[in-house]
């Protein structure tokens, strides 16, 4: 987000990126992605689901992590001056599973950075046959086909692809396209983040709540990487994190604005 910790130093130096964000949202979001499809979209069922993706996932690696902290962070008031709470990090993450063995997923969260984006992007990987040449327009170097979903209210599903381009050859060029949910639905009424959360909590709904032993399984996966927490690098406010954050995903690359 590009928000920085706004007068909340008291909390921020007590608690850090880590904590607020990966254990407690950006892996309960990881839950929903790789679980299994339930039996019934209810609570019972998706907390078996995303229950055994946390059971499945391998203790977090300190060597495959990032910590950063925005340039200015020890100035602001409240903040010790030789603090080391990391405002932004990124991660990679394994699940011990026959689908999702030897995919990687990579988290990344931060303050004060380019955009406020809520985004989720998977990328498919390259078939073993292909029907084209890599003349054709197939390089190691090009990102794959990718969806992405925008969390942020109201909304957007956008997929990049490879399609074949117009003329006698069998040329492929980059190509998208994007769903808006407003230009399809009356977005009026929406439920912000807080609002959506009070609403199922007066309504008894839990089907968007993780178990306690989900949690509890989430605080023990993350407790390598909070003993040994990576000393954070300096990034400058606006920009995307710190520069390792690309080296920690090669071969593969963020999706973001400037890849």
Avoid: C
């Avoid at 925008?150 to 957007?156: A, K, R, Y």
């Avoid at 692809?161 to 639905?185: C, E, H, I, V």
């Amino acid at each position: 987000e590009q928000l920085t910790i706004e007068g909340r130093a008291g909390f921020f130096e007590q608690t850090g990126t880590f904590r607020d964000m990966v254990v407690t949202h950006l892996l309960h979001v990881l839950g929903f992605i790789a679980m299994e499809p339930p039996r019934w979209l209810d609570a019972q069922s998706l907390r078996e689901e995303t229950g055994k993706v946390f059971d499945a996932i391998k203790p977090l690696d300190p060597a495959r992590a990032v910590f950063g902290q925005y340039a200015g962070y020890r100035s602001e008031p409240g903040v010790a001056p030789d603090s080391m709470i990391e405002t932004f990090a990124a991660l990679e993450v394994l699940i011990d599973n026959e689908r999702w063995a030897g995919v990687p997923f990579q988290l990344r969260t931060g303050k004060a950075l380019a955009q406020s984006r809520h985004t989720v992007t998977l990328g498919f990987k390259e078939p073993a046959r292909r029907m084209f040449k890599r003349s054709a327009g197939f390089s190691t170097s090009a990102r794959p086909n990718e969806i992405s979903f925008e969390l942020s209210e109201p909304g957007v599903i956008w997929i990049d692809f490879l399609a074949k381009q117009p003329g006698a050859s069998m040329d492929l060029g980059a190509a998208s396209f994007t769903f808006r949910y407003g230009d399809s639905f009356d977005i009026a009424n929406e439920l912000e983040g807080y609002e959506r959360l009070l609403h199922d909590t007066m309504l008894g709904d839990h089907t968007l709540f993780t178990s306690a032993d989900g949690i509890e399984r989430l605080w023990e996966i993350s407790t390598p990487l909070l003993e040994r927490p990576p000393n954070p690098s300096v990034y400058p406010r606006g920009s995307w994190g710190p520069d390792a954050i690309d080296k920690l995903v090669a071969p593969h690359r963020w999706h973001l604005p400037y890849h």
